[in-house]
């Protein structure tokens, strides 16, 4: 037999990779000069001749500085500064012992004034008002099989699913609805980018919320994950530009007809109170939450985090967009002329602009599959009652904080108060 590969060395806790800002909150003014500072010890202790690898930069953008130096015991200082609202980051890495330890840190310069870059079609309401009517025209069929094994004395757990914007086409999701009778609200939960199973909210339900996760692919989202993982290297690789060239066939079409959809189903549940009707999802799901504000009149409140598919034209203006980034390529733009025809019309910026519901919405400065510089652009648009949660350094995903203050926003907009006990 072939001999084991050697394990893979672990990392030492003692050591410690770090990169500060001269402020406390990472913000500046255009024009100010941001000083990062970059520090690397083991137990307090300098590690002679470790080699550290940095990059400065605007945010996701090709760094502007990018050296390998031998860190001092003082550390490195780094200055950035710009000259237009947006952002920068540094990042450090350094290989010591086999593994490699990273940092970064982003400056915020003035982000409330980024300027959306979008364009908005003058028939966009008309575009989707339609697409939603079409789709209203094919019966929801709705299928529903309760799961004993995740239902609890509380709450009953379903895999669902109804017909979308054709026959055959189907949403799948997971519901659970609180088991006392009576009429409740209603959460729905849009889903990140990806392939994957989806699973019931109890402990919200058991709050007295009724919530529903979809999946938007039209498979059912109960199987088991080598399917979700076969289906994302094959079929569903790379779904997201799949004929971006024509905005009547483009993936997401069907996606954003069927959140609109999801709250059709929710409408024929005999426990939905009929008035309360919340969405909410981080980064595709983000997106999608603004596509449910904009598009479905039911929806009385949102919840977007680090919102994707957001001001998809920025790297004409020299600057990033969100995921996925649809035109980073800005060499070959002649070749793209019939996808920028079509995204003004599935670009987060301009359901933002269209949002009416009051909203909560949360990102990171070190967000770099959605930077921040995007969700700026988006937040920029929102004319609607809006509340921003930062924690500066986070990534691409929710802190534990940002969680629980989300669930809290959304509870209290629905009527929902904690039970005595809970």
Do not use: C
């Amino acid at each position: 037999s072939p001999p084991r590969a050697a394990p893979a060395p672990a990392a030492d806790p003692s050591i410690h990779l770090a990169i500060t800002l001269d402020r406390p909150d990472w913000r500046y003014h255009v024009g100010d000069s941001a000083r990062f500072h970059v520090g690397l010890d083991r137990g307090g202790l300098a590690i002679p001749g470790a080699m550290v690898r940095v990059e400065l930069g605007k945010d996701r953008m090709e760094p502007a500085r990018r050296d390998t130096v031998a860190l001092t015991p003082s550390g490195l200082t780094l200055p950035a500064t710009l000259d237009e609202p947006g952002f920068v980051r540094a990042v450090a890495s350094v290989v010591i012992g086999g593994v490699t330890y990273g940092a970064r840190a982003t400056a915020a310069f003035d982000p409330e004034q980024i300027a959306a870059s979008t364009p908005m079609p003058s028939d966009f309401m008309a575009f989707w008002r339609a697409a939603v009517a079409s789709a209203r025209k094919v019966p929801l069929d709705v299928r529903m099989v309760r799961l004993p094994g995740r239902s609890t004395a509380e709450v009953n757990v379903y895999h669902i699913s109804f017909q979308n914007d054709r026959l055959g086409s189907r949403i799948y999701g997971m519901l659970s609805v609180p088991a006392r009778p009576g009429k409740y609200p209603a959460i729905l939960t849009v889903p990140g980018a990806g392939v994957r199973p989806y699973f019931p909210r109890v402990a919200l339900a058991r709050k007295g919320v009724i919530h529903l996760a979809i999946g938007i692919h039209g498979i059912p989202v109960d199987r088991d994950s080598l399917l979700y993982a076969e289906l994302r290297a094959t079929a569903l690789r790379n779904y997201w530009a799949y004929r971006l060239e024509d905005r009547d066939a483009y993936y997401y079409k069907r996606v954003y007809v069927g959140v609109v959809r999801a709250g059709d189903f929710i409408a024929t549940l005999p426990q939905f109170d009929g008035r309360n009707y919340a969405v909410e999802g981080g980064s595709q799901g983000g997106a999608l939450t603004f596509v449910a504000g904009a598009l479905d009149p039911r929806v009385t409140a949102v919840a977007a985090s680090h919102p994707a598919l957001g001001d998809q034209f920025a790297f004409l203006h020299g600057r990033t967009s969100g995921w996925p980034f649809m035109l980073a390529d800005t060499a070959h733009l002649a070749a793209k002329a019939e996808k920028m025809a079509t995204i003004p019309y599935y670009d987060t910026i301009n359901f933002a602009r269209l949002l009416r519901v009051p909203g909560i919405y949360t990102w990171g400065f070190n967000d770099t599959t959605v930077p921040p510089t995007a969700s700026y652009a988006v937040w920029n648009v929102i004319t609607a009652p809006k509340e921003l949660d930062i924690a500066k350094e986070a990534g691409h995903a929710r802190t534990a904080e940002q969680s629980a203050h989300v669930e809290r926003w959304l509870l209290d907009r629905l009527g929902v108060r904690p039970a005595a006990g809970r």
